[in-house]
């Protein structure tokens, strides 16, 4: 028999320290797609979705498609989005309970919304209990992002959780066709599985958290061995979390699932958790300022490629605005040359457009979103290049595919030279994750001497092969590496530094 599966997505990471909120409309400038409109929209995109439906395809299941949602991270959700998920989501799920075998979501699992501290924890409890109502028993399965901040709600109206496992998140699309796969094992052989969640009281900053370092590397490679010894375990989910959501479910977490004794899975957790302790130093890394940085990066041997200064601060994947000058003004200030940045700057954008491609203009550029992220710069220079601000991915694997897809809209854009700077100026601010997104414009890294880089971890699969050294930089911004200096009111006994707990 010819499984029908409901499928859906509702995708964000919330910044709740941002005083911007995402909108509905932010949602639909990235992704606004349902009907049979998210099947032509998603298919062969490269994202989760993608992935998703790539199975759904081979595997012959109906596909009944709901609503997919997705917006760039950024601020508290307003309700309006929430409720325009909900109500297209909702109204499928009650229009086909009689007929629905499974429900296949792709979520992020750190969304905050207006008067929700856990959005993908009550769409599934909402979800769980229409499916109770009406006596009906079928597998959910849902996709999460490595950065979830897992609750126990997730897990206790799930069947299966099934997050990424590589940072920057390169296996997105893989990650939802396993998960697509064993929702297919479950229709063809169904059995009881059971879930263990373990949180802890560990918060650590993007910067601490990248798969190829410890302590991420060294607890991602445990819970690979564990599943190798024993088949009883599905899959076991290792959970950066994401530290710029005020809420009590913020933070590093574990869970299993398993067709054994689920106090086994538990214990396996538990294993984990002191694996993680025993590097968990290593989450918490320590920045320099840029007069630290400058002094290293003069006292470096000859060698090919950019400085990468990356500005964690401003890391435009981690939510915040993209316009922050803390790293770019002093810079540009001493006089260096060879710089290529990024600014986020819908305004510059089009007083560029305004003066013309080849025109000369001053312009005072970045840190007009708030008062965090720096002062604005004054600059001088020409007008190189003027674009729509669309491009393909280079890497159709980028951590960008598992947001948007691989086509990717900046919005209108303007790239401005003088003799220090070459400046890419976005309409729409866009995470650097992949080399795409300044070749496009014309731009080569590859000849920079130095590249600032708004980003965390995100940015190094594309970046880290052209780099001649890189070196984090300590600087203003709400995605400050330093957890310390944000004010948080729900984190009470969780661990934000190498010193001690949030009291």
Do not use: W
């Given at each position: 028999m010819t499984p029908n599966v409901l499928m859906a997505g509702l995708f964000h990471e919330t910044h709740t320290f941002l005083a911007q909120k995402t909108t509905l409309a932010d949602f639909e400038a990235g992704i606004c797609v349902d009907g049979t409109n998210m099947v032509r929209t998603m298919r062969g995109n490269g994202s989760p979705m993608d992935g998703a439906l790539s199975v759904a395809e081979s595997a012959g299941w109906r596909v009944i498609p709901s609503i997919h949602m997705a917006a760039m991270p950024g601020g508290l959700v307003e309700a309006a989005a929430v409720a325009r998920f909900e109500d297209r989501f909702f109204a499928d799920v009650v229009e086909h309970i009689d007929a629905i075998d499974a429900v296949f979501l792709i979520l992020h699992g750190a969304m905050?919304?207006?008067?929700?501290?856990?959005?993908?924890?009550?769409?599934?409890?909402?979800?769980?209990?229409?499916?109770?109502?009406?006596?009906?028993?079928?597998?959910?399965?849902?996709?999460?992002?490595?950065?979830?901040?897992?609750?126990?709600?997730?897990?206790?109206?799930?069947?299966?959780?099934?997050?990424?496992?590589?940072?920057?998140?390169?296996?997105?699309?893989?990650?939802?066709?396993?998960?697509?796969?064993?929702?297919?094992?479950?229709?063809?052989?169904?059995?009881?599985?059971?879930?263990?969640?373990?949180?802890?009281?560990?918060?650590?900053p993007p910067t601490g958290v990248g798969s190829a370092a410890d302590p991420m590397r060294a607890v991602l490679a445990h819970a690979r061995a564990?599943?190798?010894?024993?088949?009883?375990?599905?899959?076991?989910?290792?959970?950066?979390?994401?530290?710029?959501?005020?809420?009590?479910?913020?933070?590093?977490?574990?869970?299993?699932?398993?067709?054994?004794?689920?106090?086994?899975?538990?214990?396996?957790?538990?294993?984990?958790?002191d694996v993680l302790?025993?590097?968990?130093?290593?989450?918490?890394?320590?920045?320099?300022?840029?007069?630290?940085?400058?002094?290293?990066?003069?006292?470096?041997?000859?060698?090919?490629?950019?400085?990468?200064?990356?500005?964690?601060?401003?890391?435009?994947?981690?939510g915040s605005p993209g316009d922050a000058t803390d790293i770019l003004a002093p810079l540009l200030a001493s006089g260096r040359r060879g710089i290529v940045a990024v600014i986020n700057d819908p305004d510059a954008v089009l007083s560029c457009r305004d003066a013309g491609q080849g025109e000369e203009i001053h312009l005072k550029i970045g840190a007009?979103?708030?008062?965090?992220?720096?002062e604005p710069v004054a600059v001088s220079g020409r007008v190189r290049h003027l674009s729509d601000g669309v491009f393909d991915l280079e890497n159709p694997k980028s951590h960008l595919a598992s947001m948007r897809g691989t086509r990717i809209e900046m919005g209108p854009c303007a790239v401005?030279?003088?003799?220090?700077?070459?400046?890419?100026?976005?309409?729409?601010?866009?995470?650097?994750?992949?080399?795409?997104?300044?070749?496009?414009?014309?731009?080569?890294?590859?000849?920079?001497?130095?590249?600032?880089?708004?980003?965390?971890?995100?940015?190094?699969?594309a970046y880290d092969p052209i780099a001649r050294a890189t070196f984090n930089v300590d600087s203003a911004g709400l995605c400050t590496s330093n957890l310390t200096r944000l004010p948080y009111t729900k984190l009470s006994g969780k661990r934000i530094s190498r010193e001690g707990a949030k009291s």
């Open positions: 905050v919304s207006e008067g929700c501290d856990d959005v993908e924890g009550a769409v599934l409890a909402r979800l769980s209990t229409l499916l109770n109502e009406a006596g009906r028993d079928v597998p959910v399965v849902a996709v999460l992002d490595l950065h979830a901040n897992v609750s126990q709600a997730m897990v206790d109206h799930s069947t299966v959780l099934d997050a990424y496992r590589e940072n920057p998140h390169g296996d997105a699309r893989d990650t939802a066709v396993r998960a697509a796969r064993t929702l297919d094992g479950l229709l063809k052989s169904p059995c009881t599985l059971r879930q263990v969640h373990r949180p802890t009281p560990y918060v650590l564990i599943e190798a010894r024993d088949p009883q375990i599905i899959g076991i989910n290792v959970m950066a979390g994401y530290a710029y959501a005020d809420i009590a479910d913020c933070g590093f977490s574990l869970n299993a699932a398993t067709r054994g004794d689920p106090a086994r899975a538990a214990a396996y957790l538990d294993e984990l958790v302790e025993a590097h968990l130093d290593d989450g918490y890394p320590e920045e320099e300022t840029l007069e630290v940085v400058l002094s290293r990066v003069d006292a470096l041997p000859p060698g090919d490629g950019p400085v990468l200064l990356v500005e964690a601060a401003d890391n435009i994947g981690g007009k979103t708030d008062e965090f992220h720096g401005l030279e003088n003799d220090q700077a070459i400046i890419l100026l976005t309409t729409h601010k866009t995470a650097p994750m992949d080399l795409g997104h300044l070749h496009s414009q014309g731009v080569r890294p590859e000849d920079a001497t130095f590249v600032i880089v708004k980003a965390a971890v995100s940015h190094k699969a």
